[in-house]
């Protein structure tokens, strides 16, 4: 059984950043891709950013592009999201996501893909 522990969450003013840690326990080395999810109140979970754990490719949601940078330590089994000039709209839960799976058919950026999720880490930017 996998298990996803998020940290790194917190309160900061616009501008400032934070970095958020996925470890992850259990079957690891199996984990074909991981991604970084958040959910803010009265909104749809939506996609922050994904990488492929073989090649190391990474994509980002247009919101976040430029700003945030998803990175892994394989030797740690932890996955790291780097954000920068935090905006009051990034306020939310963020949720770490893993899966197994190198093809199922759904996109990488869809909640649908993901066969494991961490608790989430909250992060709130003040204007």
């Known amino acids: 059984q996998v298990q996803l522990v998020e940290s790194g969450g917190g309160s900061v003013r616009a501008e400032g950043s934070l970095r958020l840690s996925c470890v992850a326990s259990g079957y690891i080395a199996r984990m074909y891709l991981m991604a970084w999810f958040r959910q803010a109140p009265g909104k749809e979970r939506e996609r922050v950013a994904r990488i492929y754990r073989g090649s190391g490719n990474t994509y980002y949601a247009d919101s976040v592009k430029g700003r945030f940078t998803i990175s892994q330590d394989s030797a740690k089994n932890t996955v790291y999201l780097q954000m920068n000039s935090l905006k009051p709209e990034d306020t939310a839960m963020y949720y770490c996501?893993?899966?197994?799976?190198?093809?199922?058919?759904?996109?990488?950026?869809?909640?649908?893909?993901?066969?494991?999720w961490g608790q989430g880490t909250q992060v709130t930017v003040s204007s």
């Open positions: 996501a893993a899966d197994p799976r190198s093809n199922t058919g759904i996109p990488g950026e869809s909640v649908r893909r993901y066969m494991y």
